[in-house]
Every structure is written in C-alpha cells, then in structure tokens.
C-alpha cells in the first residue's frame, strides 16, 4: 500500500493548458502538503492544509489552487500552464504534534510536469 | 527558520562509515534538527531528528555538538542505496507554521562500490 501516492507521475502539456495533480494519503495525517522542486533541485513548500483547511500559501501565483475534499485528499489544480512551471510537484504528509516529531513527514514519489 | 550549511557533495566508499556534516550556528533553544534525504527520483523520506542528546535509529545515528551550532549525521555502512541528497533542517516546533519543512541544498552522496 502506497502511503503517499500521486497522479499523474508524468505529465506533459502545451503552454496554456489547465492540468490537475491529484495526491492521496492513507495514513490519517491531518496536514498535507505541496512542494515544488525546480530544475536546480531546489525543493520550495508551496501550499499545506490541515484538516481540509489552507494554513500556509507561499507566495505561489494564484494559477494554482490547492483543493481539499477531505483530510486524505489535497489536489493540485494549475491554470493558463507557462514554461516556469516545469517542475516535479511532491505532495506529502504529516501528523500533528508529538506525532509529527517521531514519525516526520512522508512524500509521494513527484509528478514531473513539463510545458511545452 | 534558522539556517543551516552542508558541504554540496561528499563521497565514500561502500561499506565504510560516513559522516555528514551541518552547520547551524544561528539555531535556538526550541529548534529540532531534523535530516531528510532525497534518492534519485523519489520524494525526500525522513532519517532522524534530535534536540540536544544523540539519537540512534535503524537508519542512522544523529551526534549533535553540545553547544548545538553543528551536527553530523552518520550512516554506519555505507550502501549504494544510501547515494543521496542529505538535508539538514532547523524547526522550531513551537513555532506558527511550524509543520513546514524548509529545505536547503543538502549534501549530495556519492557511494564507491
């Protein structure tokens, strides 16, 4: 069973296009997370919502807009796509509290979008 | 967050003891030091946390300096599966916002077969 798992793992588009990435958690954490890791690697959080609810918005154009139906779901939904936004996109997970610092976060495996 | 400082890249031979270094000088008294790695084309997975005291794990061991201003991460037995980014990250548990994790370069792991 995957813990962290994200769709599409791979996603090319032209620019302009409007794309979703979809992540879901089984392990009953109640925050969850976006990070971006550009072209120099560089891992950036850009979105976490606790129990469905946006706690952080790091500067992120307002193209993109996290969605979170339920605490095991957080999408990510990215409009008028531009050539920047080429990236792997990680979502992931953590609990609260206590919990959070024996367990740490988990991360899915990235999508690795490409605009084209 | 406080800021931390790895080497960009380190390398060592299979099986052999590994030390990764991290500075943090400017760290305070609430701030974890937590370590992350990251293998190739995968998401970062945890490895170890501690505070002040040294911490062992199935994974890894933490040895934290007794002033806290750096850390070294220790993989006893180096294996090419342990070929990485190694992040070092500060969190101030206490703090607003403080389930973000902020990562930096990290220190890249070469292993030598």
């Known amino acids: 069973d995957t813990a962290v798992s994200q769709t599409p793992k791979y996603l090319v588009t032209q620019m302009g296009n409007d794309k979703s990435i979809k992540c879901e958690q089984n392990l009953g954490h109640d925050t969850m997370y976006w990070y971006k890791q550009d072209s120099k690697k560089f891992l950036k959080i850009m979105f976490s919502y606790n129990n469905k609810e946006l706690i952080i918005n790091e500067t992120v154009p307002n193209r993109f807009s996290p969605k979170s139906p339920d605490k095991a779901h957080l999408n990510l939904h990215i409009n008028s796509l531009e050539l920047g936004d080429s990236a792997v996109y990680f979502c992931a997970s953590s609990p609260q509290g206590g919990h959070l610092l024996i367990y740490g976060y988990t991360f899915g495996s990235g999508t690795r979008l490409t605009v084209v | ?113």
């Open chain 2, 1 to 113: 967050d406080a800021k931390t400082t790895q080497p960009n890249s380190m390398e060592s031979n299979e099986e052999e003891p590994v030390h990764l270094p991290c500075n943090h000088s400017t760290i305070s008294g609430t701030d974890y030091i937590h370590w992350y790695r990251q293998l190739p084309s995968q998401g970062p997975e945890y490895v170890i946390h501690g505070l002040t005291s040294n911490v062992n794990n199935r994974m890894a061991s933490l040895a934290i300096a007794e002033d806290r201003k750096s850390s070294t991460l220790i993989l006893h037995r180096a294996t090419l599966r342990d070929a990485a980014v190694y992040y070092c990250i500060l969190r101030d548990e206490w703090a607003a916002g403080a389930n973000n994790l902020f990562f930096g370069t990290g220190t890249r792991l070469t292993v030598i077969p």
